[in-house]
């Protein structure tokens, strides 16, 4: 049952919401004043609060202020029987969610009530799947190697620096770039990816950099690229040693200038972007071999990071593997398997080339195809593909 606190300073107002709103199911605290609301909020949960503006002592706009702040996702709808334009914009430009005059229309409370309820709900689900959504891009392993790797995305998270994450296929290079923009100043902008590998040579620039209209043959309409689109936020360069000697050199100028130009135009666009780039290649080779730019490795490697492989962190194995199976069964919606100890041995004596991602696969294929209780002979029976 939604329960909502009603602050006004007018018992016949008290008394008549509450009736009308208990009547339709929801649960009611009544407040005569200012304090007594905050009062009530520190030590309730509440989905909805009502509010006069007009009361002795703490007024309206005040109790909406403190309600901000210790309960920021509360909606709070503002009501008053002395009010004028003034006082309706200045409420929701404190963050009121919506303003009634009195005396109250009864149909056009309870709408507003339902719109209330259904922000609080959106914000809440909202939540849930953020937490589920970080939770996917975790870093699980507490081996040495990878609580350095913790530490140091932790401390240059919060800078603008550009970081190169080198490391083979598999190994969670993308994890690291998500925890630097997760624990960044940048937290609240986009986090834009581009498999750089993934986008034929010629289509590259137009991917980054945007087009206009009549750019090319299929360029209908205008199109901003993913430097635009993650103006104010990070853009992750996922396997950036693939990118062609062209695109490198425009990447470059927009790196040294903060500003790009789409293809097919000629004006500047400013752009306000924390660029981190990711590679599985020796970009020392690669410039050796003219495939790379070495100025733009120095642009691009402000700070270094290199993500060890899975058999360089052998000892990080059964706390994956734990942390896949409550992933993975819960995805599935089946209860949560176990893994003996003589398993996770058997999975540590694997030899990874795929790292992570090929290990994800295994447990997968083990919560499948194995019995409640993951064993060594689970293990090696289906951990080698089945022929």
Not at 247 to 266: H, M, P, S
């Amino acid at each position: 049952m939604s329960k909502i606190l009603v602050i006004d300073d007018e018992r016949s107002i008290r008394n008549t919401l509450k009736d009308i709103l208990e009547f339709e199911k929801y649960q009611v605290d009544l407040a005569e004043d200012g304090q007594q609301g905050i009062d009530l909020i520190r030590k309730n949960v509440y989905d909805i609060v009502l509010c006069d503006i007009k009361m002795p002592g703490m007024d309206g706009i005040e109790v909406l202020q403190k309600v901000q702040i210790l309960a920021p996702d509360v909606p709070v709808v503002m009501i008053s029987g002395h009010g004028n334009i003034d006082t309706a914009v200045e409420s929701i430009k404190k963050g009121a969610f919506d303003y009634i005059e009195k005396p109250l229309d009864l149909n056009r409370l309870l709408i507003t009530i339902r719109n209330a309820m259904d922000k609080s709900n959106l914000i809440t689900e909202t939540k849930v799947l953020k937490k589920r959504v970080n939770k996917k891009y975790e870093i699980v392993g507490q081996s040495e190697a990878m609580q350095r790797i913790i530490q140091m995305a932790d401390k240059v998270a919060p800078t603008d620096a550009r970081v190169l994450i080198t490391g083979a296929n598999g190994t969670g290079k993308e994890l690291v770039a998500r925890r630097l923009h997760d624990q960044s100043n940048r937290a609240s902008g986009p986090f834009i990816e581009v498999n750089c590998a993934a986008i034929p040579s010629e289509l590259i620039e137009s991917e980054l950099f945007g087009h206009e209209k009549g750019a090319f043959t299929s360029a209908v309409k205008q199109r901003k690229g993913k430097f635009e689109q993650a103006s104010g936020g990070t853009l992750f360069l996922d396997e950036i040693g693939d990118m062609s000697l062209s695109a490198q050199a425009k990447v470059l100028r927009a790196l040294q200038e903060n500003v790009i130009t789409r293809v097919g135009g000629d004006k500047p666009i400013k752009v306000d972007v924390r660029v981190v780039a990711a590679t599985n290649k020796n970009l020392s080779e690669e410039i050796e071999n003219n495939n790379f730019r070495e100025d733009l490795y120095h642009r691009l490697s402000v700070i270094l990071i290199q993500v060890p492989t899975l058999n360089e962190r052998a000892e990080d194995i059964p706390e994956l593997a734990n942390h896949f199976i409550k992933q993975i069964c819960s995805e599935y919606g089946m209860p949560e398997k176990t893994i003996t100890d003589e398993a996770l041995v058997k999975l540590q004596q694997i030899n990874w080339t795929g790292n992570i991602r090929e290990f994800r696969n295994v447990i997968e294929r083990l919560i499948i195809l194995g019995n409640k209780s993951i064993t060594d002979s689970d293990v090696e029976t289906f951990a080698a593909p089945i022929k």
